[in-house]
T-cell receptor, first 113, second 115 residues
Framework: KAGVTQTPRYLIKTRGQQVTLSCSPI?????VSWYQQTPGQGLQFLFE???????NKGNFPGRFSGRQFSNSRSEMNVSTLELGDSALYLC????????????FGSGTQLSVL | AQTVTQSQPEMSVQEAETVTLSCTYD???????LFWYKQPPSRQMILVIR??????QNATENRFSVNFQKAAKSFSLKISDSQLGDAAMYFC????????????FGKGTHLIIQP
């Protein structure tokens, strides 16, 4: 069974641009969560999607948004990029919201110049 | 709000020895889960062990076990017979009932295995 797949692995953008990251969950998993990892703030929860609906959101500005498609694949978008958005963005999937076991991908490393 | 604290930024242990990583947490939830995740250089977070707060018995997974002290809000990870492949960042995490607000992570402990 394939694991959680995130694309691209690396991304370089400049301030003011926008970026879209993609995540394909494990087959059969209907929930996708996104986390931001930085050296200073550590790992922080961004949002979770389940059955194409955002279930909850962490403490991030509105520039961070996401969506989930009918096949459970998810995209995360960051608009008007700032230098502080440079981070590793991790996606995690789980079978459903009653299951606490998360499976993570290898992340997308975003660098904002 | 939930908080998770890992007070050891770095730990070192000789191969085949035992090491314990510390974690304390604070939550107002009555129903929650606690986790230890491992993040090797590949960056993928790998679940090491999981503990349900309402279970008294400490979780074990092969060489990995936890010491869960609910009253003290302490959740330490013991790694027995340390192996070179155990070298990684280890993160302690917690979630509330239903995981409504995602996982709250500690800052991590860098584990070094000395051959």
């Amino acid at each position: 069974k394939a694991g959680v797949t995130q694309t691209p692995r690396y991304l370089i953008k400049t301030r003011g641009q926008q970026v879209t990251l993609s995540c394909s969950p494990i087959s059969g998993h209907r929930s996708v969560s996104w986390y931001q990892q930085t050296p200073g703030q550590g790992l922080q929860f961004l949002f979770e999607y389940f059955s194409e609906t955002q279930r909850n959101k962490g403490n991030f500005p509105g520039r961070f948004s996401g969506r989930q498609f009918s096949n459970s694949r998810s995209e995360m978008n960051v608009s008007t990029l700032e230098l502080g958005d440079s981070a590793l963005y991790l996606c995690a999937s789980r079978k459903d919201i009653a299951n606490e076991k998360l499976f993570f991908g290898s992340g997308t490393q975003l660098s904002v110049l | 709000a939930q908080t998770v604290t890992q007070s050891q930024p770095e730990m070192s242990v000789q191969e085949a020895e035992t090491v314990t990583l510390s974690c304390t947490y604070d939550t107002s939830e009555s129903d929650y889960y606690l986790f230890w995740y491992k993040q090797p250089p590949s960056r993928q977070m790998i679940l090491v062990i999981r503990q349900e707060a309402y279970k008294q018995q400490n979780a074990t997974e092969n060489r990995f076990s936890v010491n869960f002290q609910k009253a003290a809000k302490s959740f330490s990870l013991k790694i027995s017979d340390s192996q070179l492949g155990d070298a990684a960042m280890y993160f302690c995490a917690s979630t509330g009932g239903g995981g409504a607000d995602g996982l709250t992570f500690g800052k991590g402990t860098h584990l070094i295995i000395q051959p």
